[in-house]
């Protein structure tokens, strides 16, 4: 902290200036997250950046307004609550504190079931697919419960039911489906697992049911696939937690957890608070947070209605088939993304052995697109990817103009690799090869290039070196 204070319009302009360094948010292809608003939103947001959501008695329309919210995306995802019953949900910072929600009530039942019946209560276990995001990974270490995860296979990115099922046992306290998996933005069978779940808990005995994490297709699959059945319509999904700040187009920070009923979320769980004016109850991993993304869910909600949202998600798919074909145009890449579920283009080079994907995302950079390149996991290492999010504000003009800037960049690799062999052959000749060319380390390759390069420098004399 420095010792003496500046003024103010000089502490902005270096801030100001530092941020220039960051990517523009809008060529951000590697996010799901929301990067642009209606104007009338953004006031809204700037006019209720300084209230504090937990302050429930001081602002009572902000908490009405979340109450709102979670009535509506339960009714959204077929709760069965009636007309005029509350739903049980909480608006969170994100799916992550949504899914450690979630988890922690699982736990607890499972847990309070096990102690009734005299039963150890000390290994809960989780089942997963290796598709899922990170999050979980932290439940389990946070939380102390063990991550069984199903591992995927080339071809197959997703958690396999049947393996899944296979994987559960008494300790076992959810089984967790994705609808949108973050690496192909596939839908996993969540019927499929229900069905086989039900029949293995019919002949054990045991009650392991199913969380949705509908992260990113929470907001898609009700507009684009009303008939899939995948949300509380299924008897074993007691909850599902869902974006806000994703497909909700909201801007991040803001995301739900809902629960079938009353009974799924464990009272013990629930704090009452009545420091603040007012008895008031709270469940949330954090206490203090901004009101203004609730309020800017709520306003999506009001604005846009089933009809808004179904016809920008639609928008999205068609500009998701103009990058697709685009990209299956080149005859370079092989699609690994379906084309039912998240907007999204996942593929792989069909030939790496001149260049990887890994180079195609550090030259898209130069272009200003940011376009992660991944490996998958577990038993699928060997597949590296790229992956293209596409949201409410990518056009199809920028579909197209990424598919053109992804042509270049292929032909100049080609053409750098056609020089690197060309010099490599020119070393092997010097070296008295006969042009054999043995296989050496990368090192040695780039030693031996440069010493090729030098020594054509050293002979130049005049003109641009």
């Not at 290796?130 to 419960?145: D, G, I, M, S």
């Not at 046992?169 to 489906?177: K, L, P, Q, W």
């Not at 995301?255 to 008031?280: A, M, S």
């Not at 090192?443 to 010493?451: C, K």
Request: proline share 4%; hydrophobic share 40%; charged share 25%.
């Amino acid at each position: 902290m420095p010792e003496q204070s500046i003024p103010r319009e000089a502490a902005y302009q270096i801030i100001n200036d530092e941020l220039m360094l960051d990517g523009n948010p809008r060529l951000n292809l590697a996010s799901f997250v929301t990067t642009w608003m209606e104007p009338e939103c953004d006031k809204l947001i700037m006019g209720s950046i300084n209230k504090n959501y937990v302050d429930m008695d001081e602002y009572p329309v902000t908490t009405e307004l979340q109450n709102r919210c979670v009535n509506m995306i339960a009714h959204l995802f077929n709760a069965p609550i009636k007309e005029d019953e509350a739903a049980i949900g909480v608006g969170t910072v994100g799916s992550s504190e949504a899914i450690m929600l979630a988890g922690l009530a699982f736990k607890r039942k499972w847990q309070n079931k096990r102690k009734e019946q005299g039963k150890p209560c000390d290994k809960p276990n989780i089942v997963t697919g290796a598709n899922v995001q990170v999050c979980w990974e932290k439940f389990a270490r946070y939380f102390e419960v063990e991550l069984k995860e199903v591992k995927l296979s080339e071809g197959y990115y997703v958690m396999d039911p049947v393996k899944a099922v296979a994987m559960v046992d008494e300790n076992t306290i959810c089984v967790a489906a994705i609808l949108g998996s973050t690496l192909t933005g596939e839908f996993e069978d969540v019927k499929l697992l229900n069905n086989l779940l039900t029949k293995k808990n019919k002949e054990t005995g045991w009650d392991v049911p199913i969380h949705v994490d509908a992260a990113s297709g929470g907001f898609i699959a009700p507009f684009l696939y009303p008939e899939l059945e995948w949300d509380f319509r299924l008897p074993l999904v007691k909850s599902i937690n869902v974006s806000g700040h994703k497909y909700g187009l909201v801007y991040p920070g803001v995301g739900w957890v809902i629960w079938r009923r009353k009974e799924d979320l464990p009272e013990e769980l629930i704090f009452h608070i009545n420091y603040l004016g007012t008895d008031q109850p709270t469940f949330t991993l954090n206490f203090s947070k901004g009101s203004s993304q609730i309020i800017a869910q709520y306003y999506q909600l009001i604005r846009l209605g089933f009809e808004g949202y179904k016809n920008i998600m639609q928008n999205c798919m068609e500009n998701t088939a103009v990058l697709r074909e685009g990209i299956e145009a080149t005859s370079r890449f092989d699609i690994l993304s379906k084309e039912a579920g998240v907007p999204l283009v996942a593929f792989s080079l069909k030939d790496s052995g001149k260049y990887t994907v890994f180079d195609i995302s550090e030259n898209l950079r130069r272009f200003g697109w940011i376009v992660p390149a991944y490996t998958m996991p577990a038993n699928a290492e060997h597949v590296a990817v790229l992956r293209v999010v596409i949201r409410e504000d990518f056009s199809r003009s920028l579909a197209e103009r990424l598919v053109s800037d992804i042509v270049k960049i292929l032909h100049e690799l080609d053409a750098h690799a056609a020089q690197v062999v060309k010099i490599s052959s020119a070393v092997a000749k010097q070296s008295g090869d006969d042009g054999i060319v043995t296989k050496k380390s990368v090192p040695e390759t780039q030693r031996e290039i440069f010493a090729f390069w030098w020594d054509q420098v050293k002979k130049k004399k005049t003109g641009v070196c």
